[in-house]
């Protein structure tokens, strides 16, 4: 670890690695008064076979990952958003992100999504968008998944 790096233990399981050197905003995001907003994240995929697939995920893009509000990565995580979405919209969407989440995105992807993406609705009476993602074996650039909703 350099001078310019902090790191920080959460919990046994989640460790973060703080980069301290200063860049300027070339996103679109602003953050808010007394927050800050995530533009960016690296994750490092463990795959089935055992190596490691590294894949940024650019919320400052148009990716279709804008105004995301909760990202999924367990069995756990989803059963808590199933069941928000149940109380919230509806049984019928519940079960499509449970769906989206124990299914191939398509047959013949090599395994079922890593995490899901869900955002924000434009409106207080839409359902949020959720994305099953990162269960294809590539992720072609600029092309936005469809949402699960």
């Given at each position: 670890?350099?001078?310019?790096?902090?790191?920080?233990?959460v919990s046994k399981d989640i460790n973060?690695?703080?980069?301290?050197?200063e860049k300027d905003n070339l996103t679109?995001?602003?953050?808010?008064?007394?927050?800050?907003?995530?533009?960016?994240?690296?994750?490092?995929?463990?795959?089935?076979?055992?190596?490691?697939?590294?894949?940024?995920?650019?919320?400052?893009s148009t990716s279709g990952y804008h105004?995301?509000?909760?990202?999924?990565?367990?069995?756990?995580?989803?059963?808590?958003?199933?069941?928000?979405?149940?109380?919230?919209?509806?049984?019928?969407?519940?079960?499509?992100?449970?769906?989206?989440?124990?299914?191939?995105?398509?047959?013949?992807?090599?395994?079922?999504?890593?995490?899901?993406?869900?955002?924000?609705?434009?409106?207080?009476?839409?359902?949020?968008?959720?994305?099953?993602?990162?269960?294809?074996?590539?992720?072609?650039?600029?092309?936005?998944?469809?949402?699960?909703?």
């Amino acid at each position: 670890m350099t001078a310019l790096q902090k790191q920080r233990r959460v919990s046994k399981d989640i460790n973060l690695v703080y980069d301290l050197r200063e860049k300027d905003n070339l996103t679109q995001l602003t953050a808010q008064e007394d927050r800050a907003v995530i533009a960016q994240l690296k994750a490092n995929l463990v795959l089935p076979n055992n190596k490691v697939l590294t894949v940024g995920i650019d919320f400052d893009s148009t990716s279709g990952y804008h105004d995301n509000a909760i990202m999924v990565m367990d069995d756990f995580g989803v059963e808590l958003i199933a069941t928000a979405f149940e109380v919230k919209y509806g049984k019928e969407h519940a079960d499509n992100v449970r769906r989206a989440w124990n299914n191939k995105q398509t047959e013949n992807s090599p395994r079922k999504p890593s995490y899901l993406l869900v955002q924000k609705p434009g409106q207080d009476d839409q359902v949020p968008n959720v994305y099953a993602v990162c269960g294809e074996e590539r992720h072609p650039p600029k092309e936005a998944p469809a949402s699960i909703s």
